[in-house]
């Protein structure tokens, strides 16, 4: 498994919320000195990826922006939506224009998963348990955006406008990461 879907299976963890089960097994690998580096997602497994992270959060979003009752927390998520409802928007406006078919990938269906299952677990949630689950999660979720952003993506895209898209669109998910880690300090 790449860098990106393990950070992404570590996503689907953290959705799945604290009454999931968890089980680890660490496994010690040696890997020659001279062994290529896995290869990162083409361009088209990207555009899935992009577009299913921005998807996930949306939906977590609207989900905090009518079932929050904290006005905070309700800001944080209409702005997730509205974001990321437009970085969707630009990313398939320029694959369109690449005549790029988003490919999807087990990166892609470890996101959807993932997604699912946190919004799964936030139905079950009310209160103030709501907001600090739907919080604790937009700020793991982003610092594991921005980690494979800068580690995969990024340095994965091919196409310079694909690259650029993503670079663009870096500083809004640290702006994200850092919204929702205020909200979650108000919130202890």
Do not use: C, W
């Amino acid at each position: 498994m790449n860098t990106l879907a393990l950070i992404f299976a570590a996503h689907a963890a953290l959705a799945a919320g604290p009454t999931a089960k968890t089980t680890t097994t660490t496994t010690k690998t040696t890997t020659p000195a001279a062994a290529a580096p896995a290869k990162g997602p083409n361009d088209a497994q990207i555009a899935s990826i992009v577009v299913t992270a921005n998807m996930v959060d949306v939906e977590a979003g609207r989900l905090a922006a009518t079932k929050s009752t904290n006005p905070e927390v309700k800001k944080l998520a209409q702005q997730m939506v509205d974001d990321h409802t437009s970085v969707n928007k630009q990313a398939s406006d320029l694959v369109t224009k690449l005549k790029v078919t988003p490919q999807e990938n087990d990166t892609s269906k470890a996101l959807k998963t993932g997604g699912d299952a946190n919004v799964a677990n936030l139905q079950k949630l009310a209160g103030k348990e709501f907001d600090k689950a739907y919080v604790d999660h937009e700020v793991a979720y982003h610092q594991s955006v921005l980690e494979a952003v800068d580690k995969t993506l990024i340095p994965s895209a091919s196409n310079a406008e694909l690259k650029a898209l993503l670079i663009k669109v870096r500083p809004a998910f640290l702006a994200h990461l850092e919204h929702a880690k205020h909200v979650q300090s108000t919130l202890k």
